[in-house]
């Protein structure tokens, strides 16, 4: 089945250090890919989405690139902030499907 | 004016008791769900509705029962409390059914805690 494999945290950074999530996916057929965030005691909300291969989703400073050819949707930022620490989600959905999938979530702690 | 409400937003009981934790989305949108998060961060599918219709149903204890009175409210009743379902558990709503379109929008969360 369907399934999202992330790198495991807590990823912890000095603030303006570069980052990178991994996000690898197993799907059949033509999924969107998807990263979400979640902030202490709140919701997840939708960070950046990609919907084809090839296609790059960005929102804040973060973007991800659908890579069809090693099935990776990696997250980035050039600069962290101490507001960026979170809990980073990726997630897929369509393949013919009602379910979107996610990956096990990556702590983010920034440091000042 | 918050876009997805859940109540409560925490809630302590004991095992055995039976709760409800409800929720209600302003959004006009017509696909509504609930996952659980456990202490890891793990989070699991549950239910979800489409206009009041049932689509997805993961392997849960039939404890849980899920209920939409209408497309902008779902609701979770839990039986017979234990341990184990200590969680957050947290409702969302799309537009539409395939994710390809639609983004879920979550609520900040219902923590329960089963003593």
């Known amino acids: 089945g369907d399934s999202v494999t992330q790198m495991e945290g807590p990823v912890t950074l000095s603030e303006e250090a570069f980052l990178t999530i991994n996000c690898t996916y197993t799907?059949?057929?033509?999924?969107?890919l998807f990263w979400y965030v979640q902030y202490p005691g709140e919701g997840l909300q939708l960070l950046l989405k990609?919907?084809?291969?090839?296609d790059k989703g960005s929102n804040k400073g973060f973007e991800a690139t659908y890579r069809k050819e090693t099935t990776s949707f990696h997250l980035e930022k050039g600069s962290v902030q101490v507001s960026d620490s979170a809990v980073y989600f990726c997630?897929?959905?369509?393949?013919?499907?009602?379910?979107?999938?996610f990956g096990t979530g990556t702590r983010l702690k920034v440091l000042a | 004016d918050t876009a997805v409400s859940q109540t409560p937003k925490y809630l302590v009981t004991q095992m055995g008791n039976d709760k409800s934790i409800k929720c209600e989305q302003n959004?006009?949108?017509?696909?509504m769900y609930w996952y659980k998060q456990d202490s890891k961060k793990f989070l699991k599918i549950m239910f979800s509705?489409?206009?009041?219709?049932?689509?997805i149903n993961e392997t849960v204890p039939n404890r849980f029962s899920p209920k939409s009175p209408d497309k902008a409210h779902l609701n979770l009743h839990i039986n017979s409390l234990e341990l184990g379902d200590s969680a957050v558990y947290f409702c969302?709503?799309?537009?539409?059914?395939?994710?390809?379109?639609?983004?879920?929008?979550f609520g900040e969360g219902s923590r329960l805690t089963v003593l």
């Open positions: 509705y489409n206009n009041k219709e049932l689509i």
């Open positions: 959004l006009g949108h017509d696909t």
């Open positions: 799907a059949t057929g033509y999924p969107s």
């Open positions: 990609a919907t084809k291969a090839d």
């Open positions: 997630a897929l959905g369509g393949s013919g499907t009602y379910k979107y999938i």
């Open positions: 969302a709503s799309s537009q539409g059914t395939s994710p390809n379109t639609g983004e879920l929008f």
